[in-house]
C-alpha cells in the first residue's frame, strides 16, 4: 500500500499522453528548483525571519521544510521520484505562499504560486507516470494495469 501511494501511477491510455505529462513535469519540477528553490536551499537567516513575520511557528523548521520542498520536491517531480510526496510538498509550500505571504496582494502576485499549486496538485493525484523514476521503484507487481481493451482470441 505504502509503495503503491509513494511510487504509484495511474494509468493513461497511450505513450502519447504519458509524454504530453511528461513535459509540464520536468518543467515545472526544474523551473521550481533552479528559480525558485536553489536560492533557498540551505535556508538564509532572511528567510528564516520572512517565515517567522508570517506568523508560522519554528521559522527554522518551516523554513527548511519550505526550501527542502521547493529545491529538492522541484527536482523529485523533474525526475519522477517520489512525484506524489515531492508534490504534495511544492503543493502545502504554494499554498502558504499564495494564501498567507501573499495573502493581501493582488492576483498577479499570487498567480505564480497558484499556478504551481495547480500543477503540484495534478502530480500528486496521477503520479509520475510512465517516464519516471518512480515507475521502477513501483516494481512490476503494482504496474498500473494495461489500458488498452484485452486482445480477444480467435476461435
Known amino acids: 500500500m505504502i509503495k503503491r501511494l509513494l511510487f504509484g501511477s495511474l494509468p493513461f491510455?497511450?505513450?502519447?499522453?504519458e509524454l504530453a505529462l511528461l513535459v509540464p513535469r520536468v518543467f515545472a519540477g526544474l523551473a521550481m528548483s533552479l528559480?525558485?528553490?536553489?536560492?533557498?536551499?540551505?535556508?538564509?537567516?532572511?528567510?528564516?525571519?520572512?517565515?517567522?513575520?508570517m506568523g508560522l511557528p519554528a521559522p527554522e523548521v518551516f523554513a527548511w521544510l519550505a526550501s527542502s520542498a521547493e529545491f529538492l520536491g522541484g527536482?523529485?517531480?523533474?525526475?519522477?521520484?517520489?512525484t506524489r510526496l515531492s508534490s504534495?510538498?511544492?503543493?502545502?509550500?504554494?499554498?502558504v505562499a499564495a494564501f498567507v505571504a501573499h495573502a493581501?496582494?493582488?492576483?498577479q502576485n499570487k498567480e505564480l504560486s497558484l499556478l504551481y499549486l495547480s500543477i503540484a496538485f495534478a502530480f500528486m493525484i496521477i503520479g509520475g507516470g510512465?517516464?519516471?523514476?518512480?515507475?521502477?521503484?513501483?516494481?512490476?507487481?503494482?504496474?498500473?494495469?494495461a489500458t488498452s481493451a484485452p486482445k480477444k482470441k480467435k476461435k
Do not use: N, Q, W, Y
Not at 527536482?75 to 517520489?82: D, H, P, V
Open 13 to 17: 491510455p497511450s505513450s502519447t499522453a
Open 35 to 53: 528559480a525558485h528553490g536553489k536560492g533557498k536551499f540551505p535556508p538564509s537567516e532572511k528567510f528564516v525571519s520572512g517565515v517567522g513575520e
Open 75 to 82: 527536482l523529485g517531480l523533474a525526475f519522477g521520484f517520489l
Open 88 to 95: 504534495f510538498g511544492i503543493l502545502s509550500t504554494m499554498c
Open 104 to 107: 493581501a496582494d493582488p492576483f
Open 130 to 145: 510512465r517516464f519516471s523514476l518512480d515507475r521502477f521503484f513501483r516494481g512490476s507487481s503494482t504496474a498500473p494495469a
